[in-house]
């Protein structure tokens, strides 16, 4: 099989694909091409880890509208405000008129009227017909208005403020005399409109039909012109008040009279509760209150109410329909959305792109046997081997996802191993799919490129970090993914198979809302027996013994596996390489340089180390040849560079502001809810001590004494058993070749096992 190309030391690493838009280790240095995206193109919800709620973030909290001691005030008031106007609860309407004729009328109000001449009134406006402001004003002459006043009131729909009526009742005098020639509803004050808009039905009064002389001029002046308000007419109709045609007759007879006899029907009447404003100060507080039979909701095609979300959201299509009856949808009507950047053909007959990425639109359909068509919904991530689009199954419906590979030769063929691997893990390894594996249902040839279809799963954990605002996640979690993780890597290492690739981008949740994972992307993965790359795995998660040249096993995975845990206690990479060099300076300074048997090894020791040999009198001999200790120290920036002008190693970036792990891990910040109480922080400091010496046991540098899988399985921070300050793994059969034993051995141990390590280590066919 054709090896990807090595990569020389000073480029850019092919195995760096994530997106980097937001990440504060993105340096354009240290990745290959900011298009290549596990998360391109998707639209990130704002994750607050559900199951953390201790470490929601401030700003995450206010996106799912948490209150408590996560907000301050300005944030408080902006959600009582956003609270407040989702609570005002619209007046009881008449039943509605059809939305689209009104919107047609105020488009052009006349040619609706007769387009709809054959529809009566009562039919178009169950409520009460409509007078539009403009189409009033061509109508009647001032003069003439009190002819229409029968229907005026009707567009009445809203109260006066209490400032109004009082004003109003003062005018009424002068109002009786002139009320058969000036009553001309305040509705037309569009900006009365928008203000009165959240106060609710229970203030309404027939008051405000009268409007004081001030207001009617204004509202004449601005009626004269040919202005229709910006306000729906179907929300005006809506609120209008039923039998208004007898009430204004009596209104005109005697309005003084009929004013009182409307105060005290109002008083008489039992007053409507509208909900009130209550101030959120904890969770409790935010119980809803569900009715199962709200008021005011519409009702859906089959007679049950629905809310105005679900309304707007899940049942848009049916929404439109009732809006237009022939709204018919039809996916196959919608524009095609390209989904591949860069979009412009280049190969392939011109259908694929320079990057020989297949291009991908929406509504495109993969296969051509008719049980294996899928259609393309949407991307969910992109990275070196090819996309990953979701798919609806033509004859099934099942929404899956296909990974689409690029179309040249080395992808093609790597690509095929993966399928391999996949169909072993999936038939045999873990043939009940109770391991952590994904599983891939389908794979075949469109248009040159090879696709694999997969169960669709959720979010990676690169992208959960991402949006928990790269905040670690809390212990529980941590522990839970650790766990199954684990399991994962004990079946693999039994099945003597290495991943080759574990990174956060490669576990994905299966849901958004549980915290079950999987392990995806066995694109470069091998047989232990069949180690035939040396340039493998991402940067930030590549082992020691990968960089050093070494030959490698198992063990690999878990040093990435290790990496992964940090991170996800800190939120960004422990091991956040912008180069090898830069890669291994990181670790040998936050935990020990290698074992010197790794170092005399390594095929690429002398690109990162200096060899010093003490000669027999005691001093330090660069050059000497092989007399008395020989020692290794990592080359300084400076050297590095001299040797590699173009390599241009920039100064390592400080992530953190401790560089051991244990200082890193011990002083990382606490979570803002812990922090006040001093029983919480004992216990997250006895966690982190449990944290820290897992960790130290998984990412030793000697992977002949880097815990395995099995091993880590015991450990007190996976079991949940107490933890003592020491643990050592009990013998077992899944040994690295050295048994039990904890991370931070004596030299003098290590300097017994390095023979047989070395011996072990040659056993491994390194073929290159
Ligand atoms: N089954 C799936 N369901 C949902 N999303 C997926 C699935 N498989 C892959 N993805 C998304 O696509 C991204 C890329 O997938 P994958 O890692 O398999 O591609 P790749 O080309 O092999 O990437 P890499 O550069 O890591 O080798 C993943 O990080 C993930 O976000």
Redesign the pocket.
């Known amino acids: 099989m054709e090896q990807i190309s090595e990569v020389p030391l000073e480029e850019t690493d092919?195995?760096d694909?994530?997106d980097n838009s937001a990440d504060p280790f993105y340096t354009p240095h240290s990745h290959t091409d900011s298009e290549?995206s596990?998360?391109l193109g998707?639209q990130h919800l704002q994750f607050t880890n559900p199951w953390d709620s201790k470490k929601i973030p401030k700003q995450a909290s206010a996106h799912v509208g948490l209150n408590g001691p996560h907000m301050d005030a300005a944030m408080d008031a902006e959600y009582m405000k956003r609270r407040k106007s989702s609570l005002v609860i619209p007046p009881a309407r008449a039943p509605g008129p059809n939305p689209f004729h009104y919107d047609a009328m105020l488009m052009n109000p006349s040619s609706m009227m007769q387009n709809n001449s054959s529809m009566n009134m009562s039919e178009m406006y169950p409520g009460g017909a409509p007078q539009l402001a403009g189409q009033q004003q061509h109508q009647l002459a001032p003069g003439q208005m009190m002819h229409s006043a029968e229907h005026r009131p009707s567009l009445v729909y809203q109260q006066q403020e209490a400032h109004h009526i009082q004003q109003i009742m003062q005018a009424q005098q002068a109002q009786q005399k002139q009320i058969n020639t000036r009553l001309v509803p305040s509705l037309y004050n569009s900006q009365d409109y928008q203000r009165r808009q959240s106060v609710a039905a229970t203030q309404y009064n027939p008051q405000s039909y009268y409007t004081s002389p001030t207001q009617n001029a204004s509202i004449s002046a601005s009626n004269s012109t040919t202005n229709i308000p910006l306000i729906s007419p179907y929300r005006r109709l809506s609120a209008f008040p039923t039998a208004q045609t007898t009430l204004s007759n009596a209104m005109r007879r005697n309005p003084e009279e009929f004013l009182n006899q409307q105060q005290q029907q109002q008083q008489q009447q039992p007053q409507i509760t509208i909900p009130q404003m209550n101030i959120v100060h904890s969770r409790q507080d935010l119980k809803p209150q569900i009715n199962k039979l709200p008021k005011y909701r519409r009702a859906s095609l089959h007679s049950k109410t629905i809310s105005p979300l679900i309304g707007l959201t899940k049942n848009l299509i049916t929404t439109y329909q009732l809006c237009s009856p022939d709204f018919v949808y039809q996916t196959s009507k919608n524009p095609k959305r390209v989904l591949t950047k860069p979009s412009e053909g280049k190969y392939n007959n011109g259908f694929d792109n320079v990057n020989s990425d297949y291009i991908l639109y929406v509504n495109d359909v993969l296969g051509v046997e008719q049980s294996r068509k899928y259609l393309v919904l949407d991307i969910?991530?992109?990275?070196?081997?090819?996309?990953?689009v979701?798919c609806q199954n033509l004859m099934t419906k099942d929404i899956?996802?296909v990974?689409v590979?690029k179309s040249k030769s080395e992808?093609l063929n790597q690509?095929l191993t993966?399928v391999k691997i996949l169909e072993l893990i999936n038939e045999k390894i873990d043939p009940h799919n109770k391991h952590h594996f994904?599983r891939m249902y389908d794979s075949f040839i469109h248009k040159n490129h090879l696709c694999l279809v997969?169960?669709?799963?959720?979010?990676?954990l690169?992208?959960l970090l991402k949006q928990n605002q790269y905040h670690g996640l809390s212990m529980q979690l941590i522990k839970i993914f650790t766990r199954q993780m684990l399991d994962s890597l004990c079946i693999l290492k039994d099945s003597k198979l290495i991943h080759c690739?574990l990174?956060p981008?490669?576990i994905?949740l299966c849901s958004p809302d549980k915290p079950e994972i999987?392990i995806?992307?066995f694109?470069?993965s091998c047989d232990e027996s069949k180690t035939v790359y040396t340039y493998i795995q991402?940067r930030f998660y590549r082992a020691p013994e990968v960089i050093l040249g070494i030959p490698y096993s198992t063990s690999i995975d878990m040093w990435s596996f290790g990496c992964i845990v940090a991170e996800l206690f800190l939120g960004i990479p422990i091991f956040p390489g912008a180069s090898e060099y830069n890669q291994i300076t990181r670790i040998v300074n936050t935990l020990e340089s290698p074992p010197n048997w790794m170092l005399e090894m390594g095929k690429n020791t002398s690109k990162f180390f200096r060899r010093t040999t003490t000669s027999t009198n005691g001093n330090t001999d660069f050059n000497a040849p092989n007399v008395g200790e020989t020692k290794f120290h990592l080359k300084s920036l400076e050297s590095f560079n001299r040797e590699y002008p173009n390599a241009n190693e920039q100064p390592s970036k400080q992530y953190f502001k401790w560089t051991k792990l244990h200082d890193i891990i011990k002083n990382y910040k606490l979570a803002r809810n812990i922090q006040h109480s001093p029983e919480l922080i004992d216990q997250e400091m006895a966690n982190r001590e449990c944290l820290l010496h897992f960790l130290s046991g998984i990412l030793n540098l000697n992977p002949l004494e880097r815990w395995t899988p099995h091993e880590a399985s015991m450990h007190p921070f996976v079991t949940n058993q107490p933890f003592t300050g020491e643990w050592y793994p009990p013998a077992t059969m899944h040994g690295n070749g050295v048994t039990g034993g904890p991370s931070h051995r004596s030299n003098r141990h290590l300097s017994l096992h390095e023979g047989a390590a070395a011996k072990q280590l040659n056993s491994l066919t390194l073929k290159e």
Request: glycine share 8%; proline share 2%; hydrophobic share 30%.
């Open positions: 092919p195995m694909n994530r290549s596990s998360a998707q969910l991530g992109q990275g070196t081997f090819g996309q990953v979701k899956i996802a990974k590979i992808y690509s993966e994904l997969f169960e669709l799963l959720s979010n990676n690169y992208e690739d990174k981008e490669n994905l999987k995806i992307d694109g470069s991402s």
